[in-house]
């Protein structure tokens, strides 16, 4: 409990985190509106004297025998009461239209934070419930909390600022009003300070019940599941069970808005007593003859003023309080640490490769995971060649090039590159290195060019000798605007592509990199036998200048690699050419034997 009281006191002070956030963001906006923040506290006080001089004015005007002559005190009165009416008006639109700019401004810069943080933290992330967890609450507070702190600060601001002035008044009547005020607010506000902690709570608790509610929403409006989940007839299971989820959400959210009707009615109950005490008081010193008649008008005002600023000023405050513990989640995400380090001082990576890469001695264990899918790996990839891993589905083959690639670091061992170590060469260089084809290669709905060369769309002849390599050129010629056409039903004037056509534009992406090792991963799973063989025959011509490391179920293009390596259980079974496996009678003979019986 103290260990939770602790954490919640860090958090709050990491306003000044907020802070910093809003002011690198928009420090102009920021600025004009501390501006109309003190503008907008002087303005109420200077029209509460002001009627006070007015009602004084009008009162000793009865009693003179020439009423007209008061109208010389009373319209410039009336004149500036004008004036200032205007003035609290116009700094009213301009607060609003100055917050409005000033919450846009923030909230696009914070998606630009999140963004940046999103596409650098490992990927090891990615592959786990709990980063989407942090992620989900970061994006669901990120957008709004900081505009919410900025309108909570400008409301704290006013109300302190307009209490601060109209307390002076009051304490001109007694010091015990000010006692008062507090009596009729402080105690509501306890209580709200209570619940936002206990609302805070809870939405930790519900993530991941709401994500998988998101998970059949998504299902049930995206297009990667339209398919099946006609064709199975799951519409309504899936709904059923949305509903379910909603509604206990639904249950417990509505069980937390009672308690804070119950607090903001403690709060109104509170300020109504202590403000019928104050104005009892007043009346008593009228009648007494202590006040003048301006006077009493000036401090029922003021009074009720006091209050409503203390309220708000108190209200803000507990919003501040929740916002900024909501915005911990936007903390919580920036702050992850990276795993997959950039090295203190990196070391350079001189090209062409000499000795090429090697897997020293290599295991790895996913986080979370007590099985290893890779155990003492010992390989070397010499410059030039193409080497090719095998093995049944869960060997290990994909996670072999994860590391290659370092979106993950080995548990045990090490991955030199000419004897450097991955580890010290800096994540850029070697990721520019790199140049690879998962199979569950990306589908940018982008034009045809930007999805071979996402960043450099405009280089249309290193994009086409690449789509030539991989037969997607012969794809996208068919297309409306060619290299220009958008590609996937997205959006208007897409044109979408058969799964295989999409693989081949994936492959001529990683071809145009022109990248000194190539790493495929399933290149052609989803292209046609002669389309296969075409594209197999031009990369042997693209493949003699790079490393490449190609991972295929299909053993006919497996063939064509300088080394296959067998792998089964995270362990090299059988290594050698395609010709000395064979003759070795082993695992791959019978692989290829099974597969080649399918043709006969
Ligand atoms: N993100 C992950 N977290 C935990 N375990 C994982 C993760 N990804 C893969 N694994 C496990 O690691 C082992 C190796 O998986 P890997 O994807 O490398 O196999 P693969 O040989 O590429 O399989 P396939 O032929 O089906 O693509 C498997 O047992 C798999 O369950």
């Given at each position: 409990m103290?260990?939770q009281?602790?954490?919640?006191?860090?958090?709050?002070?990491?306003l000044?985190r907020?802070?910093r956030l809003v002011?690198?963001?928009?420090?102009?906006w920021?600025s004009?509106?501390?501006?109309l923040?003190?503008?907008?506290?002087?303005?109420?006080?200077?029209?509460?004297?002001?009627?006070?001089?007015l009602v004084?004015g009008?009162?000793?005007?009865?009693l003179?025998?020439?009423?007209?002559s008061?109208?010389a005190t009373v319209l410039?009165?009336?004149?500036?009461?004008?004036?200032?009416?205007?003035a609290?008006?116009?700094?009213?639109?301009?607060s609003?239209?100055v917050?409005?700019?000033?919450?846009q401004?923030?909230t696009d810069?914070?998606?630009?934070?999140?963004?940046?943080?999103a596409?650098?933290?490992d990927?090891a992330?990615?592959?786990?419930a709990?980063?989407?967890?942090t992620?989900?609450?970061?994006?669901?507070?990120?957008?709004?909390?900081p505009?919410?702190?900025i309108?909570?600060?400008?409301?704290?601001?006013?109300?302190?600022?307009?209490?601060l002035?109209?307390?002076?008044?009051?304490?001109?009547?007694?010091?015990?009003t000010?006692?008062?005020?507090?009596?009729?607010?402080?105690?509501g506000?306890?209580v709200r300070?209570?619940?936002?902690?206990?609302?805070?709570?809870?939405?930790?608790?519900r993530?991941?019940?709401e994500?998988?509610?998101?998970?059949?929403?998504g299902?049930?409006t995206?297009?990667?599941?339209?398919?099946?989940?006609r064709?199975?007839?799951?519409?309504?299971a899936?709904e059923?069970?949305?509903?379910?989820l909603?509604?206990?959400?639904?249950?417990?959210?509505?069980q937390?808005?009672?308690?804070?009707?119950?607090?903001?009615?403690?709060?109104?109950?509170g300020?109504a007593?202590?403000?019928?005490?104050?104005?009892?008081?007043i009346?008593l010193?009228?009648?007494?003859?202590?006040?003048t008649?301006?006077?009493?008008?000036?401090y029922?005002q003021?009074?009720?003023?006091?209050?409503?600023?203390?309220?708000?000023a108190?209200?803000?405050?507990?919003?501040?309080?929740?916002?900024?513990l909501?915005?911990s989640?936007?903390?919580?995400?920036?702050?992850?640490?990276?795993h997959?380090?950039?090295?203190?001082?990196?070391v350079?990576?001189?090209?062409?490769?000499?000795?090429?890469?090697r897997?020293?001695?290599?295991?790895?264990?996913y986080?979370?995971?007590?099985?290893?899918?890779?155990?003492?790996?010992?390989?070397t990839?010499?410059p030039?060649?193409?080497?090719?891993?095998?093995?049944?589905n869960?060997?290990?083959?994909?996670?072999?090039?994860?590391?290659?690639?370092?979106?993950?670091?080995p548990s045990?061992?090490?991955?030199?590159?000419?004897?450097?170590?991955?580890r010290?060469?800096?994540l850029?260089?070697?990721?520019?290195?790199?140049?690879?084809?998962?199979?569950?290669f990306a589908?940018y709905?982008?034009?045809?060019a930007e999805n071979?060369?996402?960043?450099?769309?405009?280089?249309?002849?290193?994009?086409?000798?690449?789509?030539q390599?991989?037969?997607?050129?012969?794809?996208?010629?068919q297309?409306?605007?060619?290299?220009?056409?958008?590609?996937?039903?997205?959006?208007?004037?897409?044109?979408?592509?058969?799964?295989?056509?999409?693989?081949?534009?994936?492959?001529?992406?990683?071809?145009?990199?022109?990248?000194?090792?190539?790493?495929l991963?399933?290149?052609?799973?989803?292209?046609?036998?002669?389309?296969?063989?075409?594209?197999?025959?031009?990369f042997?011509?693209?493949a003699a200048?790079?490393?490449?490391?190609?991972?295929?179920?299909?053993?006919?293009t497996?063939?064509?690699?300088?080394?296959?390596?067998?792998?089964?259980?995270?362990?090299i079974?059988?290594?050698?050419?395609?010709?000395?496996l064979i003759?070795?009678q082993g695992?791959?003979?019978r692989?290829?034997?099974?597969?080649?019986q399918?043709?006969?």
């Amino acid at each position: 409990m103290a260990q939770q009281n602790r954490l919640q006191i860090r958090q709050v002070l990491q306003l000044g985190r907020a802070l910093r956030l809003v002011w690198q963001s928009s420090p102009g906006w920021t600025s004009a509106n501390l501006v109309l923040l003190v503008v907008q506290a002087v303005l109420p006080v200077a029209s509460l004297y002001l009627t006070k001089l007015l009602v004084d004015g009008v009162s000793s005007g009865l009693l003179l025998p020439d009423k007209s002559s008061a109208l010389a005190t009373v319209l410039p009165l009336l004149g500036l009461l004008g004036l200032t009416a205007l003035a609290a008006a116009a700094c009213r639109a301009l607060s609003g239209w100055v917050s409005e700019a000033q919450t846009q401004v923030v909230t696009d810069y914070l998606h630009g934070i999140v963004h940046r943080k999103a596409a650098a933290v490992d990927f090891a992330y990615y592959e786990n419930a709990r980063y989407y967890d942090t992620l989900h609450r970061a994006l669901q507070e990120a957008p709004f909390r900081p505009a919410r702190i900025i309108a909570g600060l400008v409301q704290l601001g006013q109300s302190v600022f307009s209490l601060l002035a109209v307390a002076l008044l009051l304490l001109t009547l007694h010091w015990g009003t000010a006692l008062l005020l507090l009596a009729a607010v402080l105690p509501g506000t306890l209580v709200r300070l209570r619940y936002a902690e206990t609302l805070f709570r809870w939405q930790r608790l519900r993530t991941p019940r709401e994500r998988r509610a998101w998970y059949f929403n998504g299902m049930l409006t995206g297009d990667s599941h339209a398919k099946e989940i006609r064709l199975f007839d799951l519409a309504e299971a899936f709904e059923q069970r949305y509903c379910e989820l909603r509604a206990e959400l639904r249950r417990e959210r509505l069980q937390l808005a009672s308690k804070q009707a119950l607090a903001d009615f403690a709060t109104q109950a509170g300020a109504a007593v202590a403000i019928l005490a104050c104005l009892g008081y007043i009346a008593l010193r009228t009648l007494q003859g202590g006040l003048t008649l301006g006077d009493l008008f000036m401090y029922f005002q003021a009074f009720q003023r006091a209050q409503t600023y203390l309220q708000e000023a108190l209200g803000s405050l507990v919003r501040l309080y929740e916002d900024n513990l909501f915005l911990s989640y936007l903390y919580e995400f920036l702050d992850l640490p990276n795993h997959v380090a950039e090295p203190a001082e990196p070391v350079s990576l001189p090209l062409p490769l000499q000795s090429g890469i090697r897997f020293e001695n290599v295991s790895f264990c996913y986080p979370d995971s007590k099985e290893s899918a890779l155990d003492h790996i010992d390989l070397t990839i010499a410059p030039g060649q193409i080497v090719a891993f095998v093995g049944e589905n869960g060997s290990g083959k994909t996670t072999l090039v994860k590391l290659l690639c370092r979106l993950y670091d080995p548990s045990a061992g090490r991955i030199t590159v000419d004897g450097i170590d991955l580890r010290d060469l800096s994540l850029r260089t070697w990721r520019q290195t790199v140049s690879a084809i998962f199979q569950d290669f990306a589908r940018y709905h982008l034009s045809a060019a930007e999805n071979i060369a996402p960043a450099h769309a405009e280089e249309s002849e290193p994009i086409a000798r690449a789509a030539q390599a991989s037969g997607a050129h012969e794809v996208i010629a068919q297309l409306r605007d060619g290299y220009q056409t958008l590609l996937g039903r997205w959006f208007d004037q897409g044109e979408e592509l058969s799964v295989g056509q999409w693989q081949k534009v994936a492959l001529a992406r990683a071809f145009w990199r022109d990248c000194p090792v190539l790493i495929l991963d399933e290149p052609t799973s989803a292209i046609d036998a002669a389309a296969e063989d075409e594209i197999f025959e031009k990369f042997q011509l693209l493949a003699a200048r790079r490393t490449t490391v190609l991972i295929s179920h299909r053993l006919s293009t497996v063939k064509l690699a300088d080394r296959i390596y067998v792998l089964a259980q995270g362990r090299i079974v059988e290594q050698g050419s395609h010709d000395e496996l064979i003759a070795r009678q082993g695992t791959y003979a019978r692989l290829f034997e099974l597969q080649a019986q399918h043709y006969r």
